[in-house]
Each structure stands twice: as C-alpha cells, then as structure tokens.
C-alpha cells in the first residue's frame, strides 16, 4: 500500500502534465524576453575627441551660447563655472537645433543655482548643432563659463 500511493500520484501528475499540454496550457503564454530598454546614443564615433567654448561671458538677461557643430559626435563633458557677483539665480540648459532656428532643450547643466560653482556633467548630443542656454531671475551681472569636451 505503501508503494502503490507515490505511485498513483506520480501517476496523476504525469496526466495532468500530458493533458495540460494537449490542451495548449489553458491559454497561458509566455513573458517577454525583457523589458523594452530605450536606445542610448548610438552613432560610431570616427572622429577625434574636441574642446568647445559653449559660453564664456558676464551675462544680465537670459542668454544662449554660440551654437557649435557637435554632431558628428557622440556626447559631451560639459564643465561649468559659475561667478555670481550679486546673486542671480540661473538654470543652464543644452540645446540642440538643426537648422539654428528650432531649439530643443537637452540636458540640465545645472539647475536654479544662486551661487558661485563649478561642476561637471555629461550629456548625449543630438542634432547638427548644440548650444547653451543660460535663463536667469534678474538683472544682476553673472559670469557664465561652459566648455564641453565632444567625444
């Protein structure tokens, strides 16, 4: 008796699995492989790394960059310096444009600062042409410096 009982329910399983396979598995299906991942930057680079001056200037008024030819380029180690002689508070934005009339903003450089600083980010580069935008709260003089080094 004792034999017999795995023996039956061994048996049991076995015809649950044949049946459940004849049946198409009540109707499940399979999970995909992965979750949709976005796709990164993805252009081969053929060219060699570049230093741009995005802005170098004491600015009162909201104020965008020279525009550069970046891309040819991947992306970019944006390096910034703040000089706030009264404070005015600023928010640094990469933009990208194809024909220097339509501008899209790219990555915050840096955001609502209101103090001398310097940092460092990188940022993916789209577009023919990449340029910085600096918008800022009053008219109190600020020195803006940015460079970015294309790879």
Not at 44 to 50: G, L, N, S, V, Y
Not at 80 to 98: E, F, G, I, P, R
Not at 114 to 135: E, H, K, T, V
Request: aromatic share 6%.
């Amino acid at each position: 008796m004792r034999k017999t009982i795995p023996v039956l329910v061994l048996a049991m399983l076995v015809l649950t699995l044949m049946f459940g396979a004849l049946t198409g598995g009540g109707g499940v299906t399979a999970a995909p492989l992965a979750a949709p991942t976005p796709v990164s930057v993805t252009h081969p680079q053929t060219i060699a790394p570049e230093l741009f001056t995005l802005m170098n200037a004491a600015i009162t008024a909201d104020t965008r960059g020279t525009c550069v030819p970046m891309g040819a380029y991947n992306v970019a180690d944006i390096e910034y310096t703040l000089d706030q002689s009264t404070t005015n508070t600023v928010t640094l934005t990469l933009q990208h444009t194809n024909g220097g009339v339509v501008f899209a903003d790219g990555a915050t450089v840096v955001s609502n600062n209101a103090a001398d600083a310097n940092s460092m980010i990188q940022a993916p580069l789209y577009g023919r042409l990449s340029c910085l935008y600096a918008d800022v709260s009053n008219t109190n003089t600020l020195t803006v410096t940015v460079t970015a080094w294309v790879k």
